[in-house]
């Protein structure tokens, strides 16, 4: 376990000459390497984990293995997931007569449903990151800010498995969105994952901690499930007091932008967009600067 003040690294090397006894140590080739504690506001040292990409990619790769190794139908549950989940909103949204921007129910929530689940997918696993990985935490050095980014790899290839599908549905459904929505489509799915990870890296560092936060992230996912604009648009809302609390939800304005960029349907309202992307920014730096405050007691309590 890392000492919770600090400790040092000795190395050293075998100066080997020709002219002195092959056991002679040279002893200008003594490194010694102190880790200590951060003290105060810890800043993120993106340098440190440049310098751990190697392991960055190993933990990134061994989660998409693991993820379907022992199922039967493997990696075809990344398709059939968003197709099923859309089909029931989508069900529901015909019974409840929700509004769907003049786009065929199934196409509006399965494209709502690949911006929510790598919003759901990221913030998921990025939580779990740290107690899913106790023994590396407390066995070894490195930043563990490692953890919570090696789970954005897998959420990625999810989202470019599931736009494949949904490429393939938009001709079949006459969806034709504009060149400029098309491009703008990086841009929402970026605030959804920083989003995502903002809000996970903070809960990452109190589960440590706070077990309860496994318990209550479910609920709090489920909560703003229905209430984020997944299998229904904001044209289904009358009162105006519920518009209003309707927009107060910064997923609200990423997921209409998300799916007029794909479906070139509804609107985007340039307000809601501005305050999602502050909202984002700033989830995403007090998700960061926590994180990294309560990573010094990690290894101590986890």
Not at 122 to 147: A, D, E, H
Request: glycine share 6%; net charge positive.
């Amino acid at each position: 376990m890392i000492a919770p003040h600090w400790f040092k690294l000795q190395t050293m090397n075998l100066a080997v000459s020709h002219d002195e006894p092959s056991s002679a140590l040279d002893a200008a080739s003594l490194r010694t390497t102190v880790i200590r504690p951060t003290s105060g506001w810890a800043a993120l040292n993106l340098p440190e984990v440049w310098q751990y990409r190697d392991l960055l990619l190993t933990l990134a790769m061994r989660d998409v293995k693991l993820r379907y190794r022992q199922t039967a139908l493997g990696v075809i549950w990344v398709i059939l997931q968003p197709l099923i989940a859309a089909a029931i909103f989508s069900f529901v949204s015909k019974i409840g007569h929700f509004s769907t921007d003049g786009v065929s129910p199934f196409m509006f929530t399965y494209a709502g449903m690949l911006g929510w689940n790598a919003f759901a997918s990221t913030l998921t696993k990025s939580s779990m990151c740290l107690v899913g990985n106790s023994q590396l935490v407390s066995k070894i050095y490195f930043p563990r800010l490692v953890l919570p980014l090696s789970t954005v790899f897998s959420t990625l290839i999810d989202f470019g498995v599931g736009l494949s599908v949904m490429i393939v549905l938009m001709p079949l459904n006459h969806a034709s969105p504009s060149l400029l929505a098309l491009v703008t489509l990086p841009f929402w799915l970026l605030m959804l994952v920083f989003l995502a990870m903002g809000i996970g890296l903070f809960a990452a560092a109190l589960t440590v901690t706070y077990r309860d936060i496994q318990y209550i992230l479910p609920v709090f996912t489920q909560f703003f499930l229905f209430a984020s604009p997944v299998f229904y648009s904001a044209t289904s809302i009358h009162s105006h007091n519920l518009q209003f609390a309707y927009y107060l939800n910064p997923i609200s304005g990423l997921l209409q932008g998300f799916r007029w960029s794909l479906l070139g349907a509804g609107s985007v309202s340039p307000i809601a967009v501005l305050y999602s992307v502050v909202f984002v920014a700033a989830a995403f730096i007090l998700g960061v600067v926590g994180f990294r405050n309560m990573e010094r007691g990690f290894a101590d309590v986890i």
